[in-house]
């Protein structure tokens, strides 16, 4: 999406080139705002260049945190990460997936989801952060015990997919600063725009955008951002921990942001009912020879298969290859019975 027409404020004499968009968001109650799309925009790509300071991030970052983001700010920083991500033009995927909170509770069985999307046809890219949060099992721990390996440049994205039809690209390999600044959390201790903004990048231009939050408040923010970028289709949901996987002891809200043919953009929700009459107890520890052991029939878990099979199921019917839930699960088990168990 192009500049809004907006002027950039300029810094006063002697000041620092980041000085007023530190001031507009800290003035006090009466003098400060929020950012409109250009300023945001313009912001971040000065953080991405690495032309602020220390203290001005860290006042930046705390500062909209404690004001909280809005929409245009968050479309303006992810359309800032989009500018400098160089993506290549002509690489297709049909969703853009995101993984940047790590799993504490239950194993990662959203993979699950994503390698019976790739079995039937569907290109997945996926991108994210790790190890930013202690005590948790990442994306790529998962990968390595099936064989699978992060990419590390755009090149070994398009490789992967035509090998697999999914693919992981850290943010680190496409968007280096931003990651430090994901690293930042326990700096802080707090949280920032980045974790919103992450979710949101889609650098390939999948027609269809998942993100899973943890926090639902944050959902709309998701939703509106989304319409501003111009995305296709967005589907947010309060993902076990803040992943994009379905907790099938609960139920589930999607919030849907939807281009319609005439370009105009439309928000909608959608419930899906839980699965289970009671709630699994948590096992004890996370163990991907446990997965492996699942993905092979040598073991069951009525918990990480119905996660698995109804978070793909959200997925089909997202990217439009169901007309409905029932037809979207039905064919998310399909796929899961005949799966390649021999495959890992």
């Not at 999406?1 to 004499?13: S, V, Y």
């Not at 990419?151 to 496409?174: G, I, K, M, T």
């Not at 430090?180 to 700096?187: A, E, G, H, N, T």
Request: overall charge negative.
């Amino acid at each position: 999406m192009e500049t809004q027409g907006n002027p950039l404020p300029e810094p006063k004499p002697g000041e620092h080139p980041f000085a007023p968009y530190v001031r507009i968001l800290g003035k006090g109650k009466r003098g400060s705002r929020s950012l409109n799309w250009d300023e945001a925009r313009h912001a971040m790509a000065m953080i991405l260049n690495g032309d602020v300071e220390d203290v001005q991030l860290g006042a930046f970052l705390m500062l909209l945190r404690v004001k909280e983001e809005t929409a245009d700010e968050l479309a303006g920083f992810v359309q800032a990460v989009r500018d400098q991500a160089e993506a290549p033009v002509g690489l297709k995927v049909d969703i853009d997936w995101s993984s940047y909170a790590g799993k504490r509770r239950h194993a990662p069985w959203y993979l699950f989801s994503v390698l019976m999307l790739s079995s039937y046809g569907l290109r997945v890219f996926i991108h994210g952060a790790e190890g930013h949060t202690p005590e948790r099992m990442y994306l790529s721990e998962a990968l390595a015990a099936f064989g699978f390996k992060p990419a590390s440049s755009w090149s070994d994205v398009r490789a992967q997919l035509e090998l697999h039809n999914f693919s992981y690209l850290p943010l680190s390999c496409f968007a280096e600063n931003l990651a430090k600044m994901i690293d930042l959390r326990p700096v802080m201790g707090l949280r920032s725009p980045v974790h919103s903004l992450s979710r949101l990048i889609n650098p390939l231009n999948a027609p269809t955008v998942l993100q899973g939050i943890f926090h639902p408040p944050y959902a709309g923010l998701h939703q509106e951002a989304g319409l501003r970028l111009g995305y296709s289709r967005v589907a947010v949901i309060r993902g076990e921990g803040g992943e994009i996987e379905r907790n099938p002891d609960n139920a589930l809200t999607v919030y849907k942001t939807e281009r319609r043919d005439n370009g105009e953009g439309a928000l909608s929700e959608e419930v899906w009912p839980a699965l289970f009459d009671r709630r699994h107890v948590k096992p004890q520890s996370l163990s991907t020879n446990h997965m492996k052991a699942v993905w092979r029939g040598e073991a069951s878990d009525s918990y990480g298969e119905a996660a698995a099979i109804s978070t793909a199921a959200l997925a089909l019917l997202e990217a439009g290859k169901a007309s409905d839930q029932e037809s979207a699960m039905a064919l998310a088990k399909e796929l899961w019975e005949n799966r390649d168990r021999a495959r890992f």
